[in-house]
């Protein structure tokens, strides 16, 4: 257990729909980030979180996506007007403290796009 | 900037056999190397981790890693395969700077015959 739930785990959409992500670390006010995998690909960094602030984004991160973390614990991910290439795995991380700590993963959602 | 280089996309070796995974980095700051595996459908768990201790890196289920910085390398070994080692293996670096985000590289697909 790496301490990181997402939901859902599986999304099957329409192209054009919204759809949104949520990711619950255990623990709350650290780091928190997200990444994107797509078919036989390596995670890429899409955003990441100091508590409740986002500090950074992505190129990747287009005007479509949108993440936010209230209060500086679960986080959400929202695609607006999905594209066939949104299709990948979103995954979450919680890093804990120190920046030698360990990113832990969650299971990550997979998004489909019909 | 940083990237992560994963020599063969897919590795098969047989069971009891050594398992040699490469990886090549390149950082313009002295890195923190880590390589993840990812069984199907889930998501990363840390193998181990190099952040400016040892150069040979100690991990879990019989991995091990060494940094080798002339040669900008952190290859990944196991004196003897397991079937239950066949995953796909992620090699990442970080940079040590603000956000600590990673970068991984395309990943390798180990397979192991009985």
């Known amino acids: 257990d790496t301490g990181v739930s997402q939901n859902p785990r599986h999304k099957i959409t329409k192209r054009g729909q919204n759809v949104t992500f949520r990711c619950d670390p255990i623990?709350?006010?650290?780091?928190l980030y997200w990444y994107r995998q797509t078919l036989g690909q390596g995670p890429e960094f899409l955003t990441y979180?100091?508590?409740?602030?986002?500090?950074?984004k992505s190129r990747l991160l287009s005007d479509r996506f949108s993440a936010e973390r209230p209060k500086g614990s679960f986080s959400t991910l929202e695609i607006q007007r999905t594209e066939q290439g949104d299709s990948a795995m979103y995954l979450c991380a919680r890093q804990d403290g120190a920046s030698t700590d360990t990113q832990y993963f969650g299971p990550g959602t997979r998004l489909t796009v019909l | 900037a940083q990237s992560v280089t994963q020599l063969g996309s897919h590795v098969s070796v047989s069971e009891g056999a050594l398992v040699l995974l490469r990886c090549n980095y390149s950082?313009?700051?002295?890195?923190?190397l880590f390589w993840y595996v990812q069984y199907p459908n889930q998501g990363l768990q840390l193998l181990l981790k190099?952040?400016?201790?040892?150069?040979l890196v100690k991990g879990i289920n019989g991995f091990e890693a060494e940094f080798k910085k002339s040669e900008t390398s952190f290859h990944l070994t196991k004196p003897s395969a397991h079937m239950s080692d066949a995953a796909e293996y992620f090699c990442a670096v970080s940079g040590r700077r603000a956000g600590n985000m990673l970068t991984f590289g395309g990943g390798t697909r180990l397979m192991v015959k009985p």
């Open positions: 190099y952040t400016s201790a040892a150069t």
């Open positions: 623990s709350e006010h650290n780091r």
């Open positions: 950082s313009s700051v002295p890195p923190y």
């Open positions: 979180f100091q508590n409740e602030a986002q500090l950074e």
